[in-house]
């Protein structure tokens, strides 16, 4: 059964960093592409970062230069390290997979920048 587990959320002053990370289970990890997802409230959910199974990445404009997503393939752990915090990235995140057509979602974490 595939599984993703977030944890590193809280709460940061603005310019402040966090680290998330994202344990993954179930399923052939270093195979597939992963993603940090967040969503605001009273906003559609939004694509943060995506790794693909080679290491490429690619971000949102918003957190590019900022946020830095990487992978271990030997954990299976994907993580987004998160510098520069501003309010606007307060926000539950979320980790994300595709496997055969399926989303599949972590539990979700709460990040809150605020003074």
């Known amino acids: 059964q595939l599984r993703l587990v977030e944890s590193g959320g809280g709460s940061v002053q603005p310019g402040g960093s966090l680290r998330l990370s994202c344990e993954a289970s179930g399923f052939i990890f270093s195979a597939y592409a992963m993603r940090w997802y967040r969503q605001a409230p009273g906003k559609e959910r939004e694509l943060v970062a995506n790794i693909g199974a080679s290491g490429a990445t690619m971000y949102a404009s918003a957190v590019k230069g900022r946020f830095t997503i990487s992978r271990d393939n030997d954990k299976s752990l994907v993580s987004l390290q998160m510098n520069s915090l501003k309010p606007e990235d307060t926000a539950t995140y979320y980790c994300?997979?595709?496997?055969?057509?399926?989303?599949?979602w972590g539990q979700g974490i709460q990040v809150t920048v605020a003074s």
């Open positions: 994300n997979t595709r496997s055969k057509g399926v989303l599949y």
